[in-house]
């Protein structure tokens, strides 16, 4: 090969070398410039989700400010308007459970909002209403023990530091309330298959629901670690505390204001009921439902824990100690027009009488102020769920917490449907 012909091929392998390095650097750039595009759609659908949070927020201080168009709840304290919490409230309903696309441009949201005392509340159920959920006796000795201050444990299934300490990355059991479902994960005994899949092997005395395996709700369906419910009487006023010290006459002068019969009045002055289940137990089925919806058995202003009758389902519902499935299924058909106090109670067949009511009483409410808000935001490719809780104790929407929903999947998980109706985003 001559010269001539050797400095072309060094000019051509030097042009290879050359176009391999531009090809690598562009190739480089498109992967850089691809990074940013879906960190920029991450932010935006992060801040779409956000923005979903607070018109749910907005929506709640209407609901409290305004009153609620759609089941004739109106007023101008907040005291009326959270007295019952019903599923055809203006809260239910936006939204449309996830189905209603807010759309700005290419990018969008969806909202959801829910009662927090439409599920059983791991920070408060009792024992005996963790035996009837899809718990083994491991899983209900273990979580009783992390949320319980003891530092020793006297459950044979349960576990304290001795047994954190141990693993292979210790730490300590928190003794104290759970801050997320996902807190469960720390717990000895739940996995993430436990929390968020179907439990067809657990060894539990539950059976939540009649059916196959698919109908089974998983414990993310059951289980919140938050939910409160004020203890007021339809006016928003205090109920009274049957068991107060101070002038009898006076308390008894209370309750005959309220509506209890002045000889009732008389009765329950001088008793000792530590639970609602021993005073609905001392009352006449004629007196049960002013009983309820004007009495109480401590000075706690709100009770937490309670399962709402008026939006829960019939898992959740089934959970309750000793209820059975035809009282579940006449809760869950009242629900279309709910109960407005908790006196409504005893108009369910089969809860007319104290004894009747006794099992559950302790278990139950009509009303909450607390809600968890599901939000989904997408911008372009990437899509951002986020789940907050909203507190109305002081009587206006209050963010407690706003997380990041574990899933890619969370609208089938929240059992939104596909199929959505865009509403575009006003900007005033």
Same mark, same amino acid.
């Given at each position: ?161 001795? %047994? %954190? ?5 210790? %730490? ?23 929390? %968020? ?41 205090a109920k009274i505390n049957v068991n107060a010290l101070g002038n009898p006459q006076q308390k008894i002068q209370r309750m005959i204001q309220a509506g209890i019969s002045p000889a009732l009045a008389a009765q329950l002055s001088t008793g000792n ?156």
């Amino acid at each position: 090969m001559n010269r001539r012909g050797s400095v072309f091929i060094m000019a051509l392998a030097l042009l290879a070398g050359l176009v391999a390095i531009l090809a690598g650097a562009a190739a480089s750039q498109r992967l850089a410039l691809k990074s940013e595009v879906n960190r920029m759609e991450n932010r935006r659908a992060r801040l779409l989700a956000q923005a979903g949070i607070q018109r749910a927020v907005a929506t709640l201080y209407d609901f409290i400010t305004n009153g609620n168009s759609a089941s004739g709840n109106t007023g101008t304290t907040s005291s009326t308007k959270t007295n019952a919490t019903l599923l055809t409230d203006d809260w239910a309903i936006a939204g449309n459970n996830g189905a209603d696309k807010y759309t700005l441009g290419q990018n969008s949201y969806r909202l959801q909002i829910v009662d927090a005392n439409a599920f059983v509340n791991l920070n408060a159920a009792p024992e005996a209403q963790l035996n009837q959920m899809p718990f083994s006796q491991q899983q209900i000795d273990c979580l009783l023990d992390w949320r319980e201050a003891a530092t020793t444990t006297s459950r044979s299934d349960g576990a304290k530091d001795t %047994y %954190y300490n141990a693993l292979t990355n210790p %730490y300590n059991a928190k003794l104290g309330r759970l801050s997320t479902i996902n807190d469960l994960l720390m717990i000895r005994g739940f996995t993430g298959p436990s929390i %968020y899949d179907v439990q067809t092997d657990v060894v539990s005395t539950a059976t939540i629901m009649q059916g196959t395996n698919d109908s089974q709700a998983t414990l993310y369906d059951l289980c919140n670690v938050v939910g409160y419910t004020p203890m007021t009487q339809q006016d928003g006023t205090a109920k009274i505390n049957v068991n107060a010290l101070g002038n009898p006459q006076q308390k008894i002068q209370r309750m005959i204001q309220a509506g209890i019969s002045p000889a009732l009045a008389a009765q329950l002055s001088t008793g000792n009921y530590p639970t609602m289940a021993s005073l609905v137990q001392a009352v006449g089925a004629n007196d049960l439902k002013t009983v309820l919806n004007v009495l109480t058995v401590d000075n706690t202003p709100r009770k937490e824990g309670r399962i709402n009758l008026n939006t829960a389902g019939q898992s959740v519902l089934s959970t309750i100690p000793n209820i059975t499935p035809d009282v579940v299924q006449a809760i869950v058909q009242r629900q279309s027009t709910g109960l407005t106090q908790l006196g409504d109670i005893v108009d369910i067949p089969g809860l007319n009488s104290g004894a009747a009511l006794a099992p559950l009483i302790d278990y139950v409410t009509v009303a909450s102020q607390t809600f968890l808000v599901r939000v989904v935001g997408t911008a372009g490719g990437s899509s951002v769920a986020l789940e907050a809780v909203i507190d109305m104790q002081s009587g206006s929407p209050k963010i407690l917490s706003i997380s990041e929903a574990p899933f890619s999947d969370m609208p089938t998980r929240w059992g939104w449907d596909d199929a959505t109706t865009e509403t575009p985003i006003t900007q005033s």
